[in-house]
């Protein structure tokens, strides 16, 4: 399998630490709000790859935090006036259900920030023993000119608009306007945690080294994120980390997505473009086209997300779903036309999501085999190949195809019905059932094989 490493620049071999065995931590939400689009495009390209990684036969556990305690959760509890826990604990509640709702099942375990206070205090002494780290009047901090490699993820020093800059720890008393908080002296009335060098609670960049040592130790595969997480976010994790240990590479392969616009601006509740997942599901949308669009862009790539792009995506889920349901209505084996081989179109897949996860490409295999499967038909000898197929779709991409069910007995009756019908030029009789079956959400296609059903 080959990836686009932000470390390297280029597209390199993936090459496990510990053979067969792939150790991933990506980067969880903050939870002080809904997770909006852009949250959902990222989180969705990492289930994917954890899935791809896992049909490519590595065993691979997938660790994400949940930062769980920050600036922004403080203040998001102080305006609603309700205890930081309490706003946590609702906001965690509904990022799994979204998360649940749009099919991303794939993380190994979740891992909140406030549940290893004690892992992030000790790599914060350890730090200060080593004299990479210092205290002022506001905390405790990391002094960049300690760690001469500083820069060669994110290749700079210098904040540009893109990046995370509401967590960039402003202080005046700071000996370099870069350093990075590590731990925060607490405000009365915030929440606290007790520390050897003074009373507080974690800065942003801590908390992922010290989960992912705890699970993993100083060393491990692959780290994921939003591409604006690059810099300061992850350029701080790696020096904090490799500072400590003084093992290289902190991570070997730094994987990172693509920006989420809004009607080609960036999303913000200010200019009016804000979406969550919740504003799509609350639409009618299935979770499946929103899986579909976001798959649609290769995942280091810009993706604009527009209502019509959606319902673009959700006509395609359509064709998708019409392949699914052929498993249904199999025609006789003498009947058939030819098709391209299952286990071969399965390898394409796979061939395609294991370069640098190429969702456009596999896309476009799985769409030439529907719609070949469509004009063809599936004979009674295939289907088996076909829900093996599917099966391994659903595994792949998260499309819950083959979970689809066959329509009523009594719909199909009506089919039969109105066969005869038509055998018997009872054309009048043939369009009631076509309309009643309509009624129902059952459309019919007439082919030389007879009456193919398809859902609206």
């Known amino acids: 399998m080959k990836l686009y490493n932000t470390l390297t620049k280029q597209v390199d071999e993936l090459t496990p630490l510990e053979q067969g065995k792939i150790k991933l931590f990506v980067c969880g939400p ?3 709000d809904l997770a909006q689009l852009g949250n959902g495009r990222t989180y969705t390209t990492f289930d994917v790859l954890a899935r791809t990684l896992r049909l490519s036969q590595l065993d691979t556990f997938y660790l994400q935090n949940i930062t769980d305690i920050d600036d922004k959760i403080i203040k998001r509890a102080e305006e609603k006036n309700i205890d930081w826990k309490e706003l946590t ?46 205290t002022i009047d506001d905390g405790v901090y990391f002094e960049i000119t300690k760690f001469p490699d500083y820069g060669k993820l994110s290749g700079r020093h210098d904040v540009q608009e893109d990046d995370a800059q509401s967590r960039i720890d402003q202080s005046d008393q700071k000996r370099g306007w870069n350093d990075f908080c590590l731990w925060k002296f607490s405000k009365p009335g915030e929440p606290v945690w007790q520390a050897p060098f003074g009373a507080g609670r974690p800065g942003w960049h801590i908390e992922d080294t010290a989960i992912t040592e705890h699970f993993f130790g100083p060393q491990y595969d692959m780290h994921g994120g939003a591409i604006d997480l690059i810099f300061p976010h992850h350029e701080a994790e790696l020096t904090q980390m490799e500072s400590l240990s003084g093992k290289v590479p902190f991570v070997t392969t730094w994987v990172h997505g693509g920006f989420l616009t809004v009607n080609n601006k960036r999303m913000g509740k200010s200019m009016g473009n804000f979406v969550t997942i919740r504003d799509v599901k609350n639409r009618g949308y299935d979770a499946a086209a929103l899986r579909l669009l976001f798959l649609q862009a290769h995942y280091r790539s810009p993706l604009d997300f ?29 009947q058939a036309q030819g098709m391209d081989s299952f286990r071969q179109t399965k390898a394409e897949l796979l061939r395609c999501m294991q370069d640098d996860l190429d969702t456009p490409s596999a896309l476009a295999v799985l769409s030439a085999f529907s719609d070949q499967a469509k ?11 076909l829900v093996d197929l599917l099966e391994f779709v659903d595994d792949l991409f998260g499309l819950q195809l083959a979970k689809r069910p066959d329509i009523s007995n009594h719909q199909k009756q009506l089919i039969t019905d109105r066969e005869q019908a038509r055998e018997a030029k009872d054309w009048q009789m043939s369009d009631e059932i076509r309309d009643q079956l309509k009624k129902q959400g059952i459309g019919l296609n007439d082919t030389g094989h007879g009456a193919i059903w398809f859902r609206f």
């Open 30 to 32: 903050t939870v002080y």
């Open 375 to 385: 004009d063809s038909l599936v004979s009674q000898e295939d289907e088996s190949s």
């Open 89 to 134: 604990a609702q906001y965690l509640e509904d990022y799994m259900a979204d998360m649940q709702w749009l099919g991303n099942t794939s993380v190994s375990e979740y891992a909140r920030a406030t549940d290893y206070i004690d892992d992030i205090v000790k790599q914060v002494q350890g730090l200060i023993d080593k004299g990479y780290a210092y």
């Open 306 to 334: 527009t209502w019509e792009s959606l319902d673009a995506a959700a006509n395609r889920l359509s064709g998708y779903n019409e392949l699914a349901d052929l498993r249904w209505q199999t025609v006789a084996d003498e």
